[in-house]
């Protein structure tokens, strides 16, 4: 397949990286220089180089048999007009955290799937990134047929990178939105690594309050999402969260789309949100990245 | 007079330094390299080299016409014993910030009065203290009768160095601790300057909440005490706040008689002011203090 990735950040990186494996990939990206970095030395995941994977910008946009979506929240309105101008039978994979890109693509009359990355991954260069964290991507049904959605997995599936169907996009998006609005503002407030939201005993009782509004807000099982929080700040320990790695790089982060998302679709009081909520906008425009 | 000033703190040097034009001053410390720094160097206000003063370490604590207590809250438990066994005609004067210590004076059978100090003051060295904003000095009767009251601040009183009488000790500090509860936490929390909490909208935000939360535990006008925040806020705009100072030095902070205070006081949930406790707590404990 010749398969469109459109972002250069991490995740565009790894998700190129592997599926060149088998396919032909077009990295889409916004900078000049990114491309050409890309298009005179190779991607590179780790140590290997890889092969059959090309870099256009955005606006050169052409017919993919498939396009996957890996830009951040904040960059992804300005894509929208793009997108809209695509043939209707490209589907299009999106894979933001949080869900504040669902009224964007709401209105996009295509075929469309959403997952999550459950891998890790640094972006070291224009061209090179590190693969730190084995996971999964998990897909689901947007808009269009689920069984179209198998016909896709088959082709995607490369060994070493596994890509999962899960049945109720909702649900999947709301268990990594839950955990997202726990660690990712935490730990960037407090600047410290995941497993603080276990081992110091103050930021776990914020943990815990914010765990409960963002469980309440989606409508899950408070407890249940509570020991999945628990057990990701576990596995990712000596992660740096990707809000806390935007805002040491001085970038606009993804509050919007998770933090924000809950704020604006809660009917009642979620105090400790909003504090985070604020806390993070402080310290974005103390950085100057607002 | 002969005045002992408990604390080598700024507050303590500041006191001892202007109270010398007129008394004889015993600074009670703790450490033996501080009393030595006094005793040979003697104390120096900014520029001015004070006379009448001398320093003896605190379990040295001997008869005075009058003790005023600078310490910090955290640092009181410890000296209650020593004041305990004092005889019961020398007055008290307690200058803490916050309300947590009232608890542990409330026992005490002395003559005792309560304050809040307005100045600003920086300690340089041991035995050397910068005056940086002129401001008052108010007490308020405690235990014992306020015509008492009046004869001490006759004998205190100090040119360039106002002492007033306040009339409610608890409507005193209590306006005095709202202030401290809004100002000191969300400046140590996000490393900013007090100006901040009126020029940053996110900071603000979050401070007009913890403002609604401390003015209703103490059963006090929000509107009233909102207003003399953003005020206090912009005199002091260039001020590091007294608790940013401790957790840049790292030093315990005043949060417990502070923030802790009004959570043990409150009848019903404040989390703004649950999210700041925590907050600050967890920036303790990354910086070691406790």
Redesign the interface.
Known sequence: MNIGIIGGGSIGLLVSGFLSLKHNITIYVQREEQKNAINRNGLIIGERKTSRVRSLLINELSNEDCLIICVKQPQLKLLIPILHSLGDKIPLIFLQNGMGHIEFIKSLDKTIYVGIVEHGAIRKSDNRVLHTGKGLIRLATFKGHSNQLNDLLKALNVDDFPIKKSSHWKQLLSEKLVVNAVINPLTT????KNR?INE?P??N??AR?LCKEAATVLGMDVNEEWSKVKEIAKLTGDNTSSMLVDMNNKRETELEAITGYLLAHSNQDI??T??VY??I???E??NGIY
């Open positions: 407030l407090f600047g410290i603080q110091d103050h930021v009782y914020l309050q105090p400790y909003s504090f604020h806390s906008k402080a310290l425009r103390k």
